[in-house]
T-cell receptor, first 115, second 113 residues
Framework: NAGVTQTPKFQVLKTGQSMTLQCAQD?????MYWYRQDPGMGLRLIYY???????DKGEVPNGYNVSRLNKREFSLRLESAAPSQTSVYFC??????????????FGPGTRLTVT | GESVGLHLPTLSVQEGDNSIINCAYS??????FIWYKQESGKGPQFIIDIRSNMDKRQGQRVTVLLNKTVKHLSLQIAATQPGDSAVYFC????????????FGTGTRLQVTL
């Protein structure tokens, strides 16, 4: 099992450009999450999908959109990138949302720089 | 708002010594905690978890202690090895409200030879 995979690993965008970060999991998990990680700050939840067909806003959703394409895949889209979105983005999955087990499994991350 | 934090941003430990990484949490309703390890350039990895009905839980070379009275969590690593060098952070959740995990900022553990 590959676990949680993310593409791309690195990306540089110019302000105003758009892009989609891809995430896939092969653990048959119901729930998937997108976080951003900034220096000196903990992981902050952008959006999550408790189950296929549902998505909900997290702590910092502004400037992002998500799509739960199917049970395996959960993408994050930046429609018009801003320098404030420079960060490392992590996708995670868990068997369920709001119920045990609560452990989340993380992908390797995408390092995004917006100039 | 509710938050999870850490006392020390960087901890330097000699190889072979024991490491203790601390975490303070402010949400007294949190009843489940996880410690994650994040190596440079990688995603966080689960280390160990503990429920609030326990004071201590042991894994392989790691022990988590929970003091609910002072809302304090610690991760002890025995015989620290160079491979233990990473950022460690705790996460909490109030399972009764089906809330999401809240993550702390992390402590960097540096293992010196």
């Amino acid at each position: 099992n590959a676990g949680v995979t993310q593409t791309p690993k690195f990306q540089v965008l110019k302000t105003g450009q758009s892009m989609t970060l891809q995430c896939a999991q092969d653990m048959n998990h119901n729930s998937m999450y997108w976080y951003r990680q900034d220096p000196g700050m903990g992981l902050r939840l952008i959006y999550y999908s408790a189950s296929e067909g549902t998505t909900d806003k997290g702590e910092v959703p502004n400037g992002y959109n998500v799509s739960r394409l199917n049970k395996r895949e959960f993408s994050l889209r930046l429609e018009s990138a801003a320098p404030s979105q420079t960060s490392v983005y992590f996708c995670a999955s868990s068997p369920t949302s709001g119920g045990p087990p609560y452990e989340q499994y993380f992908g390797p991350g995408t390092r995004l720089t917006v100039t | 708002g509710e938050s999870v934090g850490l006392h020390l941003p960087t901890l330097s430990v000699q190889e072979g010594d024991n490491s203790i990484i601390n975490c303070a949490y402010s949400n007294s309703a949190s009843d489940y905690f996880i410690w994650y390890k994040q190596e440079s350039g990688k995603g966080p990895q689960f280390i160990i978890d503990i429920r609030s009905n326990m004071d201590k839980r042991q894994g392989q070379r790691v022990t988590v202690l929970l003091n609910k009275t002072v809302k304090h969590l610690s991760l002890q690593i025995a015989a620290t090895q160079p491979g233990d060098s990473a950022v460690y952070f705790c996460a909490e959740i109030n399972t009764g409200t089906a809330s999401k995990l809240t993550f702390g900022t992390g402590t960097r553990l540096q293992v010196t030879l």
